[in-house]
């Protein structure tokens, strides 16, 4: 099958990205000039002050990829940190998934409650994810147990928490070490 068959094109033919000078002029600017030096690790599970938590005043809201499902939460964030279990890392196709726990009471589906589809591994909690786009979006049954487990990713701002804790450290993927980062490590789950 050739490649116009496929609607490619040869590489003399290849798409080229004009050049922007401004961002040239912007790239020019060595990128080590405000990094810390190689090898030594920046920690902070502390949020930035300048950022507000969510709550019912000011809400954040998150959805998948495909915007089917929206929802929004309205009180600050109890815990997050990372998940490096088999289930999460296959769930994600990385070496582990960053999660957030807010109380049921302060999580709301604003859209797209017909699109959640749901999976049980035999051990371990559901997983809810759009039936359209794939996202994954909460762990648990964010309609009735007492804490949702949000996808970090899935916000559309700055939650106002950081990561502070790697649970299933054991199970890590042996191509993504765990970093040295100071966050607190548990063997197997955290306990909730």
């Known amino acids: 099958m050739g490649a116009s068959s496929v609607g490619l094109r040869s590489a003399a033919h290849a798409w080229r990205h004009p050049i922007d000078p401004r961002r040239v002029r912007a790239l020019s600017t060595p ?10 690790a920046i920690v902070s599970s502390i949020a930035p002050t300048d950022i507000s938590p969510p709550s019912p005043t ?20 109890l815990s997050a940190g990372y998940c490096h ?5 296959r769930r994600t196709g990385t070496g582990s998934s960053a999660n957030g726990r807010v109380p049921q009471e302060g999580f709301r589906l604003l859209a797209g409650e017909q699109q959640l589809r749901s999976f049980k ?18 762990s648990g049954d964010p309609f009735a147990d007492r804490e949702v487990a949000v996808r970090l990713g899935t916000l559309d701002r700055d939650p106002g928490i950081r990561p502070q804790h790697r649970q299933f450290v054991d199970s890590a993927a042996p191509w993504e070490p765990v970093p040295d980062d100071g966050l607190a490590r548990h063997p197997r789950s955290r306990g909730f």
């Open 31 to 40: 990128l080590h000039a405000a990094a810390e030096p190689f090898g030594r």
């Open 121 to 138: 591994p035999p051990e371990g909690v559901p997983k809810l994810f759009c039936a359209t786009c794939g996202s994954a979006l909460f």
């Open 58 to 77: 000011e809400p954040l809201q998150g959805g998948c990829l495909c915007g089917a499902v929206r929802f929004e939460i309205t009180a600050p964030f």
């Open 85 to 89: 279990c088999t289930h999460c890392q």
